[in-house]
Structures are given as structure tokens and as C-alpha cells.
């Protein structure tokens, strides 16, 4: 048995933002994301993804259609706000049962539903189902350096109202050495570092610069 684990909400938004060219989330034996709370709860609001734990007449956990266990490498469970691993509850229960055939650790979402929806409510879903291409085409958000404080992200994803919007990006930080007037259509203050996109670009030169431009901006969050 592989046993369970915490998950921060923050680690499930990074997950759920793993990309390579496509999302990593159309791979068949990447994620399963399993609610456990009741049908009802599942059906009026759920994580992006999620499929809603099944129960047979004697108890026992029915697997996922599709979903080899044994073979994911991420599976994360959540209710609605477990915040501990002892005692009982819809999520350990649920992740017990998955151990069983795991090869990895199953994880279980901290704070439940309730915690990772108030920090991420763009990622709040009635959806159940998904074509490949639908997940292929799924667009990522930045990775979450510092949670809610600074995020690590692509040219396309700073330039996109809807990636600000949500995660109230109020400073961006341009290293390239394109200074594209793209970035001065919104209200954001810019910090243009021109590197070259090479291995042997001096990047570190320009740490200090960036660090005190972090820093000044307190408790807004920056890309």
C-alpha cells in the first residue's frame, strides 16, 4: 500500500497547470481527481476534471471507468473540508480504498473543496465529461511560486486578460528581449529585464533588479 498524504491546494493547481505542448491533464495515467462528497454537492459545483466517488451496495469504492489506478501518477481526493489524516471522514475513506492499488501515495486535497474554491473559484465546474480534445485544449494557467504572491508563467498567459483578471496580477516581470507593447495595454506595472532566450544569457546579473521590484510591491501578486 502506497498510504495517503496531504495535498496543498496550491500543489493541486499546479498539477491541474502541468502542460508540455498539450495539457498534461488529456494524458490517460496522469491525474485522477476524485470528489467524495455527495452526488447532489458533486452535481451543483466541483473542482475542474473531478469524478464523483462511486459506492456498490456493499461499501466498497467502484473504480473509475477507464482509470488504472496502479499506473497514475497523481490521485487526489477531496471532500468538502478535510483538514486532517486521522480519524474518518468522505476523503480518507475514499483514499484507503484507492491505496490498495496505487503506486504512489494518494493524496488528500487540504481544506477540501471548500478552501481550494475560495482561492481558485476559475477553476469551479458543473462539467462532467470531456473529450480528449477538450482536455488537449484546455489552456494552463502560471505556475504558483509563492501562493497567491507570484506566479511563473509564458509570454501568451501574460497577455491574457482572463490569467490577470483571475489570479489579480497587479506587476509583470518581462525577461526577454522583446519589450512588446503588449504588456502596456493593461494596468500593470512592467519590469522589462532584456535577456536573450539562450543557456548562456546572464540572468543572474538581474536578480537584485527583480527582487527589489517584488519586493516593493507588498501584498500585490506578480508574473
Not at 497523481?74 to 484507503?96: K, P, R
Not at 458543473?126 to 485544449?137: A, D
Not at 493593461?186 to 546572464?202: F, K, P, Q, W
Request: net charge neutral.
Amino acid at each position: 500500500m502506497a498510504g495517503t498524504t496531504f495535498c496543498e491546494a496550491s500543489e493541486l493547481y499546479n498539477i491541474l497547470n502541468q502542460y508540455t505542448r498539450l495539457s498534461r491533464l488529456a494524458e490517460f495515467n496522469f491525474l485522477c481527481l476524485i470528489d467524495a462528497r455527495a452526488k447532489g454537492q458533486y452535481n451543483a459545483s466541483h473542482i475542474i476534471t473531478a469524478r464523483n466517488a462511486k459506492w456498490d451496495s456493499k461499501g466498497k469504492l467502484i473504480m473509475p471507468v477507464g482509470v488504472e489506478v496502479e499506473s497514475m501518477r497523481y490521485i487526489v481526493v477531496y471532500d468538502s473540508s478535510t483538514s486532517s489524516l486521522q480519524g474518518s471522514g468522505e476523503a480518507i475513506e475514499c483514499a484507503e480504498a484507492l491505496t490498495k492499488s496505487s503506486r504512489y501515495p494518494v493524496q488528500i486535497l487540504k481544506g477540501g473543496y471548500q478552501r481550494f474554491s475560495a482561492f481558485y473559484p476559475f477553476f469551479r465546474t458543473q462539467k462532467i465529461l470531456y473529450t480528449i480534445k477538450e482536455l488537449e485544449s484546455l489552456r494552463p494557467y502560471p505556475v504558483e511560486l509563492l501562493p497567491g504572491q507570484l506566479y511563473l508563467g509564458n509570454y501568451k498567459q501574460a497577455i491574457n486578460p482572463h490569467v490577470l483578471k483571475d489570479l489579480k496580477l497587479s506587476a509583470l516581470v518581462n525577461v526577454s528581449e522583446d519589450s512588446c507593447h503588449m504588456f502596456e495595454k493593461g494596468n500593470h506595472t512592467i519590469l522589462h529585464i532584456n535577456v536573450s532566450d539562450s543557456v548562456e544569457a546572464d540572468l543572474y546579473s538581474s536578480f537584485e533588479r527583480i527582487c527589489v521590484f517584488i519586493g516593493g510591491l507588498g501584498a500585490c501578486p506578480a508574473m
